[in-house]
């Protein structure tokens, strides 16, 4: 890897982040972080006390913990706070101060499938079925919390490591006491719990901010949660986290949301979880009667709703597998689908533009219900085609119900994935070309790859190199930029290009018909070979000369070179963390410089 390519990279994640991230470490590694010197005596007593708040008799299965939104459903009773959930293995330093831990080489592999269950989901789980009438529900949530409370005590072992995970917790405990009616005057065991995370927090926001992902957004959002908490409840060494939490908050909002909506780290996932923190923080402004955020703040969220709005598939509300996809999902109030981002945008779009985003009564309402929010009569405008400039994503949207994604570079922040000129295709609610997903952050080098390259997209790799080279395990180099952009909302077209640190260049025009989408790939700076992929909904794909077809759907391909191959090959995907399937994955193989023309054509 050349020093030029290192050193741009260096430049592009930003100075003041690289100081941060520098002090942060420093400070861990010689003690001068007080974190470092944090002490907490274990924490004991009822986090909850029976609800004054009105209660509703309704029907539903008692709950159970769905690790993930994909796993097999695990009783509250059952769960085991240092056993992995992916891995089933055991972690067997719950009593090590947790900065001498590490993420990624413990002997449970992914450290995610151990902090899942202390995310406190089941929380607020057990506190909806309480109100929905069952009330062994309540003494099960104080015993599992005692119980957690017993055997991670204050900054030792996984489940203190992370800022984020700790942050996590606070604002569900916080959620569940809102939903009891008990936010004003909490039990002190619960308090002095909030207090003992903020304490963790606190001290290594710097780092979480030089992120500039969630982790920030987070942090932020618990230490104001957290703080106001304890200030209404009398405790006045709130006040500083408070006021800093609502610093961050406001500081993130405006550098990490563009004026379109796109937020920093192209994925839809992580915009939804965005999205929540944001929502349960204004939820608690108002909840405590404190001072409006900025103006700037609120449009920010806003343009990020609708962002999200537009990419949402409406009768399913799935929607592209785009970016990082590591299944964290806040504030679980429905028992929607994992991959169902309706109640979130729904959640947001009324508390912050004051508008529907689906006038229809769903079960994406539910936590509108559940917070005491009355549904608004207006609703935002049905989704259209649209070009997120500053994110650097066309959508196109034709009458028969087709939608076509189209994401080219456009990187103010780190790139997750090698994902350039790749294209979404949906209809009727099935995402007919789709995007590979993320798997898992740990599980070797291999998936890593895979996963995060090239080859798991809709689009051209050229010579088997990537589109930008892997530096480490969530770093790309070589940031692309995109040229001769251009979108027609009346044509239904749009086309953009880029040239790689090879040299390599591709340039893409998509165009969407009532029965087609038309992609065309021009390629320049080919040595070995060009590939082109398409990932394919799972069906009976056959090829027949140069058209494959499933019998519903058929896809034509036409090239002014030679085709060396066409060929169905097996590819994986993975729309829910640490879980994979396979598919159909379409290759088309040139060996020098040319144009393909694809016509993927879908019946009315």
Not at 418 to 442: C, E, K, M, P, Q
Request: positive net charge; aromatic residues 10%.
């Amino acid at each position: 890897m050349s020093l030029k390519l290192k050193a741009q990279t260096v430049k592009n994640l930003g100075v003041f982040n690289l100081v941060r991230v520098a002090v942060y470490q420093l400070g861990i590694r010689s003690g001068l972080n007080p974190v470092k010197r944090l002490n907490q005596a274990s924490i004991s007593g009822l986090l909850f006390r029976p609800a004054t708040c009105s209660r509703q008799l309704k029907c539903t299965k008692p709950y159970k913990l769905s690790p993930f939104g994909c796993l097999p459903e695990l009783s509250v009773k059952k769960l085991k706070w240092d056993n992995s959930v992916l891995t089933d293995h055991r972690f067997s330093e719950m009593n090590k101060p947790w900065f001498k831990l590490s993420d990624f080489d413990s002997n449970v592999g992914d450290i995610k499938g151990i902090w899942e269950v202390s995310r406190f989901d089941w929380a607020l789980g057990l506190a909806r079925d309480y109100l929905y009438g069952r009330d062994s529900a309540l003494d099960e949530l104080n015993v599992t919390a005692k119980n957690w409370l017993a055997h991670n005590a204050p900054y030792l072992g996984p489940n203190w490591k992370c800022g984020q995970e700790a942050s996590i917790r606070v604002m569900h405990l916080a959620f569940t006491a809102k939903l009891l009616n008990q936010v004003h005057k909490p039990e002190p065991a619960l308090l002095a719990l909030v207090k003992a995370h903020l304490q963790r927090i606190a001290p290594t926001i710097s780092y979480a901010v030089a992120q500039d992902n969630n982790h920030g957004t987070s942090e932020a959002a618990a230490l104001f949660i957290g703080g106001s908490w304890l200030v209404i409840n009398g405790d006045d060494s709130g006040s500083h986290w408070q006021k800093l939490g609502r610093k961050w908050l406001e500081n993130r909002a405006k550098h990490l949301i563009a004026m379109d909506g796109t937020f920093s780290q192209y994925s839809v996932n992580y915009h939804r979880v965005m999205l929540d923190t944001y929502s349960m923080a204004e939820l608690w402004r108002q909840e405590l009667e404190l001072p409006s955020f900025s103006n700037e703040l609120t449009k920010r969220i806003g343009l990020a709703t609708q962002w999200l709005y537009q990419l949402i598939e409406p009768l399913t509300g799935d929607a592209p597998n785009l970016g990082h996809n590591d299944g964290a999902r806040l504030l679980q109030l429905t028992d929607t689908d994992y991959r169902d981002f309706r109640p979130s945008v729904q959640l947001a779009s009324v508390v912050f533009l004051k508008t529907s985003a689906w006038k229809e009564d769903g079960d994406y309402d539910e936590a509108l219900s559940l917070l005491q929010l009355r549904k608004p009569q207006n609703k935002l405008q049905t989704p259209t085609s649209f070009h997120f400039q500053q994110g650097g994503y066309i959508g196109l949207r034709n009458q028969s119900g087709a939608f076509a994604l189209f994401n080219y570079p456009k990187f103010r922040f780190r790139p997750a994935q090698n994902d350039a000129l790749h294209v979404d295709l949906w209809r009727d609610g099935i995402n007919l070309l789709r995007d590979g997903g993320t798997f898992s952050y740990n599980s070797g080098q291999d998936y890593i790859d895979y996963y995060g390259g090239t080859q798991s997209h809709n689009t051209i790799q050229f010579d088997g190199h990537e589109q930008m080279p892997r530096l480490s395990r969530f770093l790309l180099g070589g940031w692309l930029k995109a040229k001769n952009v251009n979108f027609d909302e009346h044509q239904l077209t749009g086309q953009a290009g880029y040239r790689d640190y090879f040299g390599c260049e591709h340039h893409r025009a998509i165009s969407l018909t009532e029965t087609s989408l038309i992609v065309t790939d021009q390629v320049n700076g080919v040595k070995d070979k060009a590939v082109l992929r398409w990932r394919l909904a799972p069906g009976d794909w056959q090829i027949k000369g140069k058209e494959v077809t499933s019998g519903n759907h058929n896809i034509l391909i036409n090239s002014d070179v030679k085709i060396k191959r066409l060929e169905i090959v097996e590819g994986r995907e993975s729309r829910y963390y640490y879980q994979e399937s396979s598919i159909p994955v379409l290759e088309v193989d040139i060996l020098s410089d040319g144009q393909i023309t694809t016509e993927y054509q879908f019946r009315s």
